[in-house]
């Protein structure tokens, strides 16, 4: 049957069930292994034999479910209003929740074990190789894992714990009102937490002034009452982290990321031995704004702006192909499967759900969703989602289920070395010198966000946790202030650290999944150091880089990239990237 037009740029969802018959069958064929996996409990680590066995139909039934629940989510994504869509979305959830339940003892079963016998059901039953890595994670965070009785109270106290969390977002994002502005059409608008990036991107410096004070005299009204919140959820991490044998909650939060204290703090040295080359980026964008005075509300503004570029689905996929073949035909021939089997939705629809993401699917392929606007910067949105599936695609087809899905740690690497090609070889095609102008402006935006703004987070959570930790008493003046210093340290004296920033940190919902951020710096860092590899075209690079995709998390996040020869806990990886950005500085200035 010929496919029509609009079915081209449509998902097909068909490979993962033909019909809501096999989707049903599936489902009960999960229920009925979750009933095998029950008769486990209490018995799983007697004898080496019910140890495979339960992870063997764990694994079928993990298969199964990735599946089942990624076809009710696709589903309900397209149209969120549609009433099938949301009653099978439902229905998968309630399934996740079961299947939650079903194997919830496996891993305290693991952990309260004779760790002996278990070394020895590895040692001796080869049939255990394919689960030996999660097996061993169990036993690793042994240390940290208190009595059942413990856990069972720290479980139901869950809730209260995640209060200040919860009451942030309540406060901030339903309570919150902050006034109206006038637009630079001299309309008055509300100013909303949504669109206040949009007003700070304006080229009209009133408006991103009004929208930057309306913001800030909101949080400086509430200050006490979020610092409160703020502070009973440090609290809250550090008497956790402590009762599980940790040093700190950083030592906690690194453990659970598969990385290191050393991997923090080298970032935050190398940025603090090299933050000059920030400045220098902040001097040039105030000469290219061409103000006396550069303020806080003018550093979103893009003195390059040309104007929106329109440009065809037909004419991205080209330019994404084009830029990441230097990947090598096997990866550019499966991008065009993506492209040319319904793999990505491309545009919007009515009730379709916002944004961009990649969700790889186990035993299928990996399905893309975009809201395509015909917008040169819709084009790296692409290439990113891609980067995602690509190290979906490849760790999925090297790796059970179990070892398939890579950790946070990584997960940014390979859609940041796609976004890093596209933008090379973008800026390298433009013969415009404006428009080229505005692609490195982007680049080297992008950077300052991702890599010095997210360190200068990191670097304030690390303060805070540390005081609070060592029992100062810290107030809302106390942390305005360490926030205020760390943006004079970060921005330098080319820009003007307006008061009303110290009251920033305050509306930052990161803040409240502690030690989150610095992952961004590592990605990019990362990412960089990796593509700049790719495009100096060093022998075996691309091969090895590959191989490190198919690993899922096989290994250890840390261990994963010294396989691309990048070392997070060297200052080294992060000197590079801070070298990477210098020179785009010098390519912008000269193009100028």
Same mark, same amino acid.
């Given at each position: 049957?010929?496919?029509?037009?609009?079915?081209?740029?449509?998902?097909?969802?068909?490979?993962?069930?033909?019909?809501?018959?096999?989707?049903?069958?599936?489902?009960?064929?999960?229920?009925?292994?979750?009933?095998?996996?029950?008769?486990?409990?209490?018995?799983?680590?007697?004898? @080496?034999?019910?140890?495979?066995?339960?992870?063997?139909?764990?694994?079928?039934?993990?298969?199964?479910?990735?599946?089942?629940?990624?076809?009710?989510?696709?589903?309900?994504?397209?149209?969120?209003?549609?009433?099938?869509?949301?009653?099978?979305?439902?229905?998968?959830?309630?399934?996740?929740?079961?299947?939650?339940?079903?194997?919830?003892?496996?891993?305290?079963?693991?952990?309260?074990?004779?760790?002996?016998?278990?070394?020895?059901?590895?040692?001796?039953?080869?049939?255990?190789?394919?689960?030996?890595?999660?097996?061993?994670?169990?036993?690793?965070?042994?240390?940290?894992?208190? +009595?059942?009785?413990?856990?069972?109270?720290?479980?139901?106290?869950?809730?209260?714990?995640?209060?200040?969390?919860?009451?942030?977002?309540?406060?901030?994002?339903?309570?919150?009102?902050?006034?109206?502005?006038?637009?630079?059409?001299?309309?008055?608008?509300?100013?909303?937490? +949504?669109?206040?990036?949009?007003?700070?991107?304006?080229?009209?410096?009133?408006? #991103?002034?009004?929208?930057?004070?309306?913001?800030?005299?909101?949080?400086?009204?509430?200050?006490?009452?979020?610092?409160?919140?703020?502070?009973?959820?440090?609290?809250?991490?550090?008497?956790?982290?402590?009762?599980?044998?940790?040093?700190?909650?950083?030592?906690?939060?690194?453990?659970?990321?598969?990385? +290191?204290?050393?991997?923090?703090? +080298?970032?935050?040295?190398?940025?603090?031995?090299?933050?000059?080359?920030?400045?220098?980026?902040?001097?040039?964008?105030?000469?290219?704004?061409?103000?006396?005075?550069?303020?806080?509300?003018?550093?979103?503004?893009?003195?390059?702006?040309?104007?929106?570029?329109?440009?065809?689905?037909?004419?991205?996929?080209?330019?994404?192909?084009?830029?990441?073949?230097?990947?090598?035909?096997?990866?550019?021939?499966?991008?065009?499967?993506?492209?040319?089997?319904?793999?990505?939705?491309?545009?919007?629809?009515?009730?379709?759900?916002?944004?961009?993401? @990649?969700?790889?699917?186990?035993?299928?392929?990996?399905?893309?969703?975009?809201?395509?606007?015909?917008?040169?910067?819709?084009?790296?949105?692409?290439?990113?989602?891609?980067?995602?599936?690509?190290?979906?695609?490849?760790?999925?087809?090297?790796?059970?289920?179990?070892?398939?899905?890579?950790?946070?740690?990584?997960?940014?690497?390979?859609?940041?070395?796609?976004?890093?090609?596209?933008?090379?070889?973008?800026?390298?095609?433009?013969?415009?010198?404006?428009?080229?102008?505005?692609?490195?402006?982007?680049?080297?935006?992008?950077?300052?966000?991702?890599?010095? #703004?997210?360190?200068?987070?990191?670097?304030?959570?690390?303060?805070?946790?540390?005081?609070?930790?060592?029992?100062?008493? &810290?107030?809302?003046?106390? &942390?305005?202030?360490?926030?205020?210093?760390?943006?004079?340290?970060?921005?330098?004296?080319?820009?003007?650290?307006?008061?009303?920033?110290?009251?920033?940190?305050?509306?930052?919902?990161?803040?409240?999944?502690?030690?989150?951020?610095?992952?961004?710096?590592?990605?990019?860092?990362?990412?960089?150091?990796?593509?700049?590899?790719?495009?100096?075209?060093?022998?075996?690079?691309?091969? $090895?880089?590959?191989?490190?995709?198919?690993?899922?998390?096989?290994?250890?996040?840390?261990?994963?990239? $010294?396989?691309?020869?990048?070392?997070?806990?060297?200052?080294?990886?992060?000197?590079?990237?801070?070298?990477?950005?210098?020179?785009?500085?010098?390519?912008?200035?000269?193009?100028?």
């Amino acid at each position: 049957m010929q496919e029509t037009e609009e079915q081209k740029y449509n998902w097909n969802l068909q490979d993962i069930f033909k019909n809501i018959e096999e989707f049903n069958k599936e489902k009960q064929e999960i229920q009925n292994i979750l009933k095998e996996i029950k008769a486990y409990q209490g018995k799983l680590c007697d004898t @080496s034999d019910n140890l495979y066995n339960c992870y063997k139909l764990y694994e079928q039934a993990l298969e199964k479910f990735e599946k089942v629940y990624s076809f009710g989510m696709l589903k309900y994504h397209l149209d969120m209003s549609n009433q099938e869509g949301i009653k099978l979305f439902k229905e998968v959830e309630n399934l996740g929740t079961e299947f939650s339940v079903a194997t919830s003892f496996i891993t305290p079963e693991i952990t309260y074990a004779d760790e002996a016998k278990i070394q020895n059901y590895l040692k001796n039953d080869e049939r255990l190789i394919q689960y030996s890595r999660d097996i061993k994670d169990i036993l690793e965070k042994k240390k940290h894992v208190l +009595s059942k009785e413990e856990e069972n109270l720290l479980a139901n106290l869950s809730e209260i714990i995640s209060a200040p969390e919860n009451t942030f977002d309540m406060l901030t994002n339903v309570e919150f009102k902050f006034g109206n502005l006038i637009d630079e059409n001299g309309v008055e608008v509300e100013l909303t937490d +949504s669109n206040y990036t949009l007003y700070l991107k304006s080229q009209n410096q009133n408006v #991103r002034k009004q929208a930057f004070n309306l913001m800030y005299k909101k949080y400086s009204e509430f200050i006490n009452t979020i610092t409160e919140m703020y502070i009973a959820n440090v609290k809250v991490k550090s008497k956790t982290a402590k009762l599980r044998k940790y040093n700190s909650s950083l030592e906690k939060a690194v453990d659970n990321d598969d990385a +290191s204290i050393k991997v923090y703090n +080298s970032l935050i040295e190398a940025i603090d031995e090299n933050i000059s080359a920030n400045y220098e980026f902040l001097k040039l964008k105030k000469k290219m704004l061409n103000l006396p005075e550069l303020h806080m509300y003018d550093l979103y503004v893009n003195p390059c702006e040309q104007g929106k570029d329109e440009i065809t689905f037909e004419e991205a996929k080209q330019e994404v192909l084009n830029a990441l073949q230097v990947l090598g035909k096997q990866y550019t021939n499966k991008l065009k499967e993506a492209f040319n089997n319904n793999w990505i939705d491309v545009y919007a629809k009515p009730n379709k759900r916002g944004g961009a993401y @990649s969700m790889g699917v186990y035993g299928v392929h990996p399905f893309v969703l975009t809201n395509f606007v015909n917008s040169k910067r819709d084009v790296s949105t692409i290439a990113h989602e891609l980067g995602h599936s690509m190290h979906s695609y490849y760790s999925n087809k090297e790796q059970g289920v179990i070892d398939a899905n890579y950790t946070i740690m990584v997960a940014e690497v390979a859609s940041t070395v796609n976004e890093i090609l596209l933008a090379d070889y973008q800026i390298n095609h433009e013969q415009d010198k404006k428009k080229k102008a505005e692609l490195l402006y982007e680049l080297l935006e992008m950077i300052r966000a991702t890599f010095f #703004r997210q360190a200068m987070f990191a670097e304030f959570e690390k303060i805070v946790h540390e005081k609070i930790e060592d029992g100062v008493m &810290l107030s809302s003046d106390d &942390l305005n202030d360490i926030y205020y210093k760390l943006n004079q340290k970060y921005f330098g004296e080319a820009v003007e650290i307006d008061e009303q920033i110290k009251y920033e940190w305050a509306r930052i919902p990161h803040f409240y999944s502690d030690f989150y951020v610095y992952k961004y710096a590592t990605g990019v860092s990362a990412a960089i150091a990796i593509a700049t590899k790719i495009l100096n075209k060093e022998p075996g690079f691309v091969d $090895k880089y590959i191989e490190m995709l198919k690993q899922g998390c096989s290994k250890k996040s840390i261990d994963l990239l $010294k396989m691309v020869d990048v070392d997070l806990e060297s200052k080294d990886t992060y000197k590079s990237t801070i070298e990477f950005y210098n020179n785009k500085i010098n390519e912008l200035k000269e193009l100028l």
